[in-house]
């Protein structure tokens, strides 16, 4: 059940920063009110893979509280750049082991370079989420897919709502491809859907 995962630490000090990268600390505070999770404020988790108290479900509620402080456009915007400020994070935080797998890959074709990227994504975010999340590949398109995303649980929604994951991929992507690619949420569980699906689209 979702509402029994417990996260990993550097996942979860990942979203928090990534928040207060785009809104500041105050920003950030004011989120965490909303999302009734004031014990975060000023207090992020280590970066490690133990797992604390952060519930899976902590991200859909700080998600939620974006999109009631700045509406639907304003908290698309935010999540874009907040996934993006995640990607960054972990890359940064992974750089030794990045570099060496630039070196290795950039011979291989493009496409064979974004299937290996996203299968070590896929890798960590089910290591530190709980995402049961899943490259698949059909046609000239790649999915990501996930059946329990952090992002909507317990959301109900006409529209996609899990924007913060378009970020993360276009920021993780975007060393391979040059930011090329095209990313959309084309199935969201807030709708009904039984996953998360996000078709990529390679450009040449």
Known sequence: MS?????????????????EDVLGKHGVEAVLHRANL?????????????????????????ARAMYDIYGGRG???????VGRSQAEIGLQENAALVAL????????PLRQQ????LE??????NEQIGSEAEIIEEGE????????????????????VCFAVIGFLHRLLQNITGGTEKIEEVMCRAKGDAVCRY????NP
């Open 3 to 19: 509402s029994e995962i417990r996260v990993a630490n550097k996942a979860f000090r990942a979203f928090l920063l990534g928040i």
């Open 199 to 202: 078709r990529i689209t390679l």
């Open 141 to 160: 398109f790649f999915y990501y897919q996930a059946r329990n995303c952090s992002y909507c649980i317990d959301w109900q929604s006409d529209t996609p």
């Open 114 to 117: 974004v299937k290996i990227a």
């Open 38 to 62: 004031p014990q975060y404020i000023g207090n992020y988790p280590p970066s490690t893979m133990e797992r604390g108290e952060h519930s899976i479900r902590y991200f859909s509620r700080i």
């Open 75 to 81: 908290a698309r915007a935010i999540m874009q750049r």
């Open 101 to 108: 797998a630039r070196l290795g890959m950039k011979l291989l």
């Open 120 to 125: 070590a994504a896929v890798k960590a975010i």
